[in-house]
């Protein structure tokens, strides 16, 4: 099972974009939704997680305030939302999912894993 992330593109400084990830063979309320980015020449840092139940939310410090995420159980879909966009935001976005009560997980402690989708904030 993998997950399938989508919505990345080329956007101006100040823009958004919105991701989307699902996966319709898991039961989506059992997992964590996390998203996670990897600029080139740096480590995969984790973005911003929610609940399995959709209860709680981290996000952080450098996309707060500017990212929501999400999540859908009913269409098996975990959103972001990315507005105000900055050029350090360009990087591959990933998400993931952790089955359990934990909100905030490791890249490799992930249960599934998604392809990545490119984000690229120039002008």
């Known amino acids: 099972v993998q997950l399938q992330a989508s919505g990345g593109g080329l956007v101006q400084p100040g823009g958004s974009l919105r991701l989307s990830c699902t996966a319709s063979?898991?039961?989506?309320?059992?997992?964590?939704i996390g998203w996670f980015r990897q600029a080139p020449g740096k480590e995969r840092e984790g973005v911003s997680y929610i609940s399995r139940r959709v209860g709680s939310t981290y996000y952080a410090d450098s996309v707060r305030g500017r990212f929501t995420i999400s999540k859908d159980n009913a269409k098996k879909t975990g959103y972001l939302q990315m507005n105000n966009l900055k050029p350090e935001d360009t990087a591959v976005y990933y998400c993931?999912?952790?089955?359990?009560?934990?909100?905030?997980?490791?890249?490799?402690?992930?249960?599934?894993r998604g392809q990545g989708t490119q984000v690229t904030v120039s002008s």
């Open positions: 063979v898991l039961t989506w309320e059992d997992y964590a």
């Open positions: 993931a999912a952790r089955r359990g009560f934990a909100t905030i997980f490791q890249w490799g402690s992930s249960d599934y």
